[in-house]
């Protein structure tokens, strides 16, 4: 079944970065002609196939006025990019919905007052987008293909759009498998999220108590290398994306990744990598593992954060598990404290000098300690992440600040 890192493999969505941002005033169309408003969104129908959806505003801060919703993301049949109605139906995309300011209005407001009825479409990848104040610009573009593609907003990119609107997103699959769905604070923590998901079991994720958000924010301020990452009360930006910005140090592993090249050069390294064990050691600087796995490189900081690079995950079932195990090995800190990994206690996560402690935070505030602050905090259980294969409804939560 998926997880984060496959969830969006062939969303296709493109981010919105500094080539095309602008500083055209976007228009509030959430009254436009065709678009269900109030009370009449708590009456849609959900068609066949759509997951019930109830948006919940618990911020007891923002009025339901101040808050839209966007479900956006690429229909699993056609392989084309859609926007979904508040009643789980969904259109293609075309650049036609780009307004008169460049951008696409692919929102969707909530009721006047109380939870919001809508429905996620069938067969369906994607993001459930919220923002808060003021609408998040989407644009429709043309790929290389020639087919409508979104691009999304960036908001870890300071000339983006979107950058001084408050706003966040989880990510979906919705199959005939079922539902897959998680929080992400993989790219940014802005907005608590919360999702209930229903069916076989009732499960929670995401779930961060009242004073989280501040204390999350408060901790990364006073971790001084992680400190330029916090954008005022909007946002705080993960680590890879500061490095990409100029404002996280680019060599912060390099230490790490030198000690563990040093111990696995006369140690072997052994992976549980999906129920196959691995061995491996490095030589002549790579590391090589039995098995037929691909051999990996000695990656760089950036490949750590962002788990690509020499530590990409190719979903083959071979090299893909390891690299997974490697990459939260390096992000939690546990590869020169064990040479058997994954490791499963999260006691010793994040203990060494050099760690994501971007990642420790958000885990550390989360109310079930699960939380998505790396590509592949899904190993070993950690992740904000939920499934069911027979889902009945979903709820998804803004809770309090």
């Not at 929080?183 to 907005?191: E, G, I, K, Q």
């Not at 404002?247 to 912060?252: L, R, V």
């Not at 070993?380 to 009945?392: E, L, R």
Request: hydrophobic letters at 40%.
């Amino acid at each position: 079944m998926p997880t984060r890192r496959l969830l969006l493999g062939g969303a296709g969505a493109v981010a919105l970065g500094a080539a095309t941002a602008g500083t055209a005033k976007i228009l509030d169309r959430s009254s436009a002609p065709g678009r269900p408003v109030g009370a009449q969104l708590a009456a849609a129908a959900v068609p066949a196939g759509a997951l019930p959806l109830t948006i919940v505003n618990h911020t007891y801060r923002y009025t339901n006025a101040q808050i839209r919703v966007y479900i956006v993301g690429t229909d699993l049949g056609t392989g084309r990019q859609v926007a979904s109605h508040p009643d789980g139906s969904t259109r293609t995309v075309s650049a036609a919905d780009n307004g008169a300011d460049g951008f696409a209005d692919l929102s969707i407001p909530l009721v006047d007052d109380g939870d919001t009825r809508l429905a996620v479409p069938a067969n369906m990848s994607g993001r459930i987008y919220v923002s808060i104040g003021d609408p998040i610009r989407f644009r429709v573009v043309t790929d290389g293909a020639g087919n409508a593609a979104l691009q999304h907003p960036a908001g870890w990119v300071a000339s983006d759009p979107s950058y001084r609107v408050l706003h966040d997103f989880v990510e979906f699959t919705h199959n005939p498998a079922g539902m897959f769905c998680n929080t992400t604070m993989v790219d940014m923590f802005s907005v608590p999220l919360s999702i209930r998901l229903r069916g076989a079991a009732d499960q929670t994720a995401g779930t961060i108590p009242r004073g989280g958000r501040d204390a999350i924010f408060a901790d990364l301020r006073a971790a001084s290398a992680f400190a330029p990452l916090v954008v005022d009360d909007l946002r705080v930006i993960a680590p890879g994306h500061g490095i990409e910005s100029g404002i996280f140090p680019a060599g912060y592993y390099d230490g790490y990744i030198d000690a563990v090249w040093n111990r696995y050069a006369s140690t072997p390294l052994t992976v549980d990598a999906g129920g196959a064990t691995r061995t491996g050691r490095v030589r002549d600087g790579v590391l090589r593992f039995d098995g037929g796995v691909a051999p990996i490189s000695r990656p760089s900081t950036r490949d750590v954060l962002f788990c690509a690079g020499a530590l990409a995950a190719a979903n083959d079932g071979l090299t893909g598990p390891v690299a997974a195990v490697l990459g939260a090995g390096f992000n939690r800190s546990t590869l020169l404290t064990g040479a058997t990994q994954p490791t499963g206690d999260p006691a010793g996560f994040y203990t060494d000098a050099v760690t994501n402690v971007y990642s420790k935070v958000m885990h550390a505030h989360a109310a079930d300690g699960r939380a998505y602050g790396f590509p592949f905090d899904d190993v070993g259980g950690f992740a904000s992440y939920v499934q069911d294969t027979t889902p009945t409804s979903m709820t998804l939560s803004l809770t309090p600040f």
